[in-house]
């Protein structure tokens, strides 16, 4: 019989890599083109906050993700035993599969938008906060989350996504789009797209989102089509972001303090203070 812990670190290790080489030449090219002399000073820059990114990400593969899977596989068989879902499967059905993926991501886009705003409330920052603390952000960001914050993101989009009747292969295309896009999105860059920049969320746009300056707080929610930042009120966008980046209340040492951060009631406090700051700020 095999031994079933070690296999399973094996899965793990496999997906941890595979997760971070695919997209590895892509960005480090892209890198290479933007920065050029700067190249290897901004990731000698960037490791010690691109350490806790990989940690955490190790983590996400070796034990959050088998949780995240059975977590997903309980909402898909709970739609269909009980017909949860508010759009009827068959609306899809005779349309372009190209079509069908678009509007796919739109629609995960659109509650991403909603449960990211949701994420930035006294109850959920704290465990968002972890993603936010990165203060050298690269497209390694995208593994920097709270397994709390991974739990709350699988329940409401996959809801969502599940409620509106569309066919695997959609859902499968939401994923992809909004998670390599998303990783891109992180990247250093200092692209604004110009006008383009009020239909798709730009690089700049999403550093803003990151930005520790108070007045950036609470503006681009969105991770694919800016249309939605600009439809709620929320987008900002004054030019590439050049401004520090993370959080503003203490987050611990390393790899335990992002973990246990959100554990801790002293965090929830460090909201509030969060929330008074900007509103003094943005009077």
């Known amino acids: 019989m095999p031994d079933l812990p070690f296999e399973h670190l094996a899965n793990a290790a496999h997906d941890f890599w595979r997760a971070i080489y695919l997209p590895l030449p892509f960005f480090v090219l892209l890198a290479l083109v933007v920065k050029r002399e700067r190249f290897v000073g901004d990731i000698l820059k960037a490791v010690p906050q691109a350490k806790i990114n990989l940690l955490i990400h190790f983590i996400d593969v070796l034990l959050v993700a088998p949780i995240l899977v059975a977590l997903a596989l309980f909402m898909k068989q709970a739609f269909e035993t009980y017909d949860l879902a508010l759009v009827p499967a068959t609306m899809w059905e005779g349309l372009h599969p190209a079509l069908v993926g678009l509007a796919a991501v739109f629609l995960g886009d659109f509650i991403g938008y909603w449960r990211h ?3 930035h409330s006294a109850l959920l920052w704290p465990s968002h906060a972890v993603h936010h603390s990165d203060t050298e952000m690269t497209w390694l960001a995208i593994f920097r989350f709270h397994p709390i914050n991974r739990l709350t993101t699988v329940a409401i989009d996959f809801a969502f996504i ?5 066919p695997a292969y959609a859902i499968l295309v939401n994923w992809l789009v909004r998670h390599y896009y998303g990783a891109f999105i992180h990247a250093d860059l200092p692209w604004t ?8 969320v730009s690089p700049a746009m999403h550093r803003w989102h990151h930005s520790a300056e108070p007045i950036a ?10 249309v939605f930042d600009w439809a709620f009120g929320t987008f900002r966008v ?3 972001c050049d401004t520090a980046l993370g959080v503003p209340q ?9 973990l246990t951060y959100p554990l801790r009631r002293s965090s929830y406090r460090h909201f509030v203070r969060r929330l008074t700051h900007w509103r003094s700020r943005s009077a």
């Open 117 to 119: 705003r949701i994420e």
């Open 162 to 166: 599940l409620s509106m009747g569309l």
């Open 193 to 200: 797209y110009g006008p383009f920049g009020r239909i798709f």
């Open 217 to 226: 707080y609470n503006t681009n929610f969105a991770s694919v089509f800016s």
């Open 238 to 240: 004054p030019g590439a």
């Open 250 to 258: 203490p987050m611990g040492n390393g790899l335990i303090g992002q």
